[in-house]
């Protein structure tokens, strides 16, 4: 069947830190990959998406990039702020379409000043 | 994008009532999904709302429990029924265009029984 697996949080981090939230996936043929983020006391909101083997999301910052060798799309930000402390949760949608997304478990990220 | 409202909230309800949580999308889409998120949880999908027809649960969830109503393209309902402690949680609803889009999200019911 399909699953995310993300790496267990919390996650806290100290501004200006890189980071990095490794995410891994099992999927029948190509499914498209999504990170996604809740701030505290909102709904999810869409980070970054790819859709085919090797293509990278970026937005605000953040980065992945769709690796279907080693069914990973591990998001990563090269400086983080105290304003990207949220729980991150990747998911896949099954190459079909017209279905829901399967999500991770979620990563609470703290980032201190 | 789809911008998604939903109403209430949050809300405190008491044991044993029912309460029917709202979904608006500003433009037509194709799938809409309700999900529920307990604190510090990931999301698990209730059901996907079809229109004109019934939803479709996912398992461990009944229509008599969460009853869901989708009567156009744009807007849907999900009614937590005969509710109980165990029910506080956040619903959220989510909606997509189909194919590879996106899903967009609401945000969320906060709901809490005494």
């Known amino acids: 069947g399909n699953s995310v697996t993300q790496m267990e949080g919390p996650v806290t981090l100290s501004e200006e830190a890189f980071l990095t939230i490794n995410c891994t996936y099992t999927a029948t043929g190509y499914p498209s990959l999504f990170w996604y983020v809740q701030y505290p006391g909102e709904g999810l909101q869409l980070l970054l998406k790819?859709?085919?083997?090797?293509d990278k999301g970026s937005n605000k910052g953040f980065e992945a990039t769709y690796r279907k060798e080693t069914t990973s799309f591990h998001l990563e930000k090269g400086s983080v702020q105290v304003s990207d402390s949220a729980v991150y949760f990747c998911a896949l949608l099954r190459n079909s379409g017209n279905t829901p997304l399967v999500f991770g478990k979620g990563t609470r990220l703290s980032v201190i000043a | 994008s789809a911008v998604i409202s939903q109403k209430p909230s949050r809300d405190i309800c008491q044991r044993g009532t029912s309460l029917t949580i709202q979904c608006q999308v500003d433009s037509q889409v194709t799938m809409m999904f309700w999900y529920r998120q307990q604190p510090g949880q990931s999301l698990t999908l209730i059901a996907t709302a079809n229109q004109g027809s019934e939803a479709t649960y996912e398992s461990g969830f009944v229509i008599d429990k969460f009853p869901i109503s989708r009567p156009n393209l744009t807007f849907s309902t999900l009614t937590v029924s005969n509710m109980s402690p165990e029910d506080s949680s956040i619903y959220l609803c989510s909606a997509a265009t189909g194919g590879n889009q996106p899903q967009h999200f609401g945000d969320g019911t906060r709901l809490s029984i005494l």
């Open positions: 790819a859709t085919k083997a090797d």
